[in-house]
């Protein structure tokens, strides 16, 4: 059986579940052909790279404008048609031509649209599966041509249901994360504290240098940096402070995500899900997109963590108030293990399983 994987490069997080999601196709079947495909930049292979820039600008800079048209969309009643759709459409058409998969799964709702529309277009019965990877129901997400949404909780399932989504064909799943983040360290009370403080791929984290030298200061703490790419604040703090370890880059976030007590993060949707399976309690830096904030009222809901406020001060003080409460933190630890009790962990397998019986390929 062949899968390909579709996804866009609009913040690393939809990469990295589609990465994630082929891991755990091999693993489960090691026969299996799975490929992931950034379709932006193959229908743009010279100007993907300008595409991606003017989006990080847009919801660095922009914000105020990506989130009023995030909330004017997120209940529209009618399937989204992507802009440069004929153009994008004929580049699928070209991919699917070349690899001609058994099923198709998405990870950002412009592939699902795509899809959605080719199939409609051309009669295609071409399985679509589209994995929602944030905390979200926005229509966006919504296609007539998905056979089957990976969710990551009930509440979504529930929400999808009342905008008129078969409720058969949706699953809990979580959101896809690397199988490294499953193995979850037991923290021992009592001993040094350890602060990861992750900024995502750009970095954004506190530019005042007295953030940092209060931080250098909390007793018995020591603290791992992850600047990501933001190479200007990695030089000025890298070797400075002698409780705090800075990082650029790095794909082991899940080792540093082990050796912690607690993680300081943007409530990215990939974030989320990396902590949950780590069991690791999260205080969210206050979101400012549409799509974070619905993440970060879920983590509190829910009991998983606390919301930093932006100000650097502010954030200390909710930094001191958790990282020595050892009950907090382990509720907050218990109540990530109830939630992966909860998820369809197996869904994919088996529908990748009735598929290939379907269409009387191997697996």
């Known amino acids: 059986m062949n899968i390909l994987i579709l996804t866009g490069k609009f913040g690393m997080g939809h990469w990295s579940a589609s990465e994630s999601l082929r891991q755990q196709l091999l693993r489960a079947f090691p026969q299996m052909g799975a490929e992931v495909v950034d379709l932006v930049a193959y229908a743009m292979p010279n100007t993907s790279k300008a595409v991606y820039q003017c989006f990080n600008l847009l919801v660095t800079r922009g914000s105020g404008l990506f989130n009023m048209y995030y909330k004017l969309t997120e209940n529209a009643p009618v399937e989204f048609r992507p802009v440069f759709e004929p153009f994008f459409l004929d580049a699928l058409e070209d991919l699917l031509e070349q690899r001609r998969p058994d099923a198709v799964i998405a990870t950002h709702p412009l592939c699902a649209q795509l899809v959605s529309r080719y199939k409609k277009e051309s009669g295609s019965r071409l399985p679509l599966i589209t994995c929602v990877t944030d905390l979200s129901s926005h229509s966006e997400w919504i296609t007539s041509g998905t056979d089957c949404y990976l969710v990551g909780s009930h509440d979504i399932r529930e929400q999808l249901c009342a905008k008129g989504v078969d409720r058969s064909i949706i699953c809990v799943t979580g959101i896809p994360v690397r199988s490294e983040f499953k193995r979850p360290v037991r923290r021992k009370a009592g001993r040094e504290r350890h602060l990861l403080i992750m900024g995502g791929g750009l970095g954004l984290l506190p530019r005042r240098d007295r953030f940092y030298e209060e931080l250098n200061a909390l007793?018995?703490?020591?603290?791992?940096?992850?600047?990501?790419?933001?190479?200007?604040?990695?030089?000025?703090?890298?070797?400075?402070?002698?409780?705090?370890?800075?990082?650029?880059?790095?794909?082991r976030v899940y080792d540093y995500m082990a050796r912690a007590d607690l993680v300081l993060t943007k409530p990215g949707g990939i974030t989320l899900f990396e902590t949950i399976f780590s069991e690791l309690p999260i205080l969210a830096w206050e979101p400012f997109l549409e799509q974070e904030k619905h993440n970060a009222r879920f983590l509190v809901r829910r009991g998983l963590g606390h919301i930093a406020p932006k100000e650097p001060e502010r954030c200390l003080d909710a930094i001191r108030a958790l990282i020595y409460d050892d009950e907090a933190l382990e509720d907050m630890s218990g109540n990530m293990r109830a939630i992966k009790a909860q998820l369809e962990g197996e869904s994919l397998g088996h529908i990748l399983t009735a598929l290939a019986a379907e269409r009387g390929v191997r697996v």
């Open 219 to 251: 007793p018995n703490v020591k603290t791992t940096l992850i600047a990501g790419g933001n190479q200007k604040l990695f030089d000025r703090l890298a070797g400075k402070y002698e409780n705090i370890e800075v990082l650029g880059f790095t794909d």
